[in-house]
């Protein structure tokens, strides 16, 4: 509704994880550094934690693309990590492009070692990224474990990229999961936007949406968004969102103190209801 109304190209405040909308705050760039440095390092298992709606998962399809450009180095992605250790061994080997009807787990692990090997001497690196990895199961856990243990004389065969919410580092902190933590050498927490990068942020995406200046943010309205966001990217997203459609209801190309608050008003009804 609102776009035409402030000249946008496209809608800047979308929740889906476009890596263009992506704004790189210090502690992103700190993050994208740690996670070339693990895979260029070869440290084997790599760990990147956040809470919900911090930007993980664009941050993961930037780095993905980031990889993909990389042209000795192949990845693959697994998104739904509620499965079984079979279903990932097949979906790593359909990933990189060796679909196997195996029902074995044995014969799959040597699948999958065999590829790596193939890979390796082509002189390309694997990398195995898993989002959500806060919901993989023990059993997943071990199996992973074990993949890690691939090696030459010289290098991991796999280089194992888990990112998760912040149950993944309480899940990882288990006594019987320390033979898979002593594995783990490169890790990394992201932490919510301070004020200052919150507004940088939603410029950010009003001009990468083709603003040109409108809608102007007051500085009360930007305050009142970072506080009741407290920094996460997500949810400045779905309040910038409905505080855009309260200033084009106003025919206004400001937003000002009382859209937020008429914002936020609503909202606490609709979670209240």
């Known amino acids: 509704m609102y776009q035409e109304f402030f000249g946008f190209s496209e809608m800047p405040f979308n929740i889906t994880p476009d890596p263009k909308f992506l704004y790189l705050s210090p502690t992103h760039q700190e993050a994208i550094q740690h996670l070339r440095y693990g895979i260029s390092q070869k440290k084997g298992f790599i760990v990147l934690v956040g809470e919900v709606g911090c930007g993980k998962t664009t941050l993961c399809r930037y780095f993905l693309n980031d990889l993909e450009n990389d042209t000795n180095c192949d990845t693959a992605l697994i998104l739904n ?3 079984t250790e079979t279903q ?35 002189g390309r690196d694997i990398v195995l990224i898993i989002d959500e990895s806060q919901n993989l199961s023990f059993e997943l856990l071990e199996q992973l474990r074990l993949l890690s243990n ?18 993944l580092k309480k899940l990882l902190g288990r006594k019987d999961l320390r033979q898979l933590r002593q594995r783990i050498l490169v890790y990394y927490e992201l932490k919510p936007l301070n004020f200052s990068q ?20 007051s500085r009360w309205a930007l305050r009142m968004i970072h506080r009741a966001s407290k920094g996460i990217p997500r949810i400045v997203n779905t309040l910038c969102d409905k505080v855009l459609l309260s200033a084009f209801i106003r025919e206004s190309e400001s937003v000002d103190f009382w859209d937020v608050r008429r914002v936020l008003k609503e909202h606490r009804s609709i979670t209240r209801y």
Do not use: C, W
Request: hydrophobic fraction near 40%; avoid cysteine.
């Open 150 to 167: 691939l090696e030459t004389d010289k290098q991991k065969l796999l280089q194992i990229v888990l990112i998760g919410q912040p149950e």
């Open 81 to 83: 990590p509620r499965i």
């Open 198 to 217: 919150t507004e940088q942020y939603i410029h950010h995406r009003l001009s990468l949406a083709g603003s040109r200046g409108v809608p102007q943010f």
């Open 88 to 122: 990932l061994l097949k979906a790593i080997l359909k990933e990189l492009g060796a679909p196997s009807n195996s029902r074995s787990r044995s014969d799959l692990v040597a699948q999958v070692e065999q590829i790596l090997l193939e890979k390796i001497e082509q």
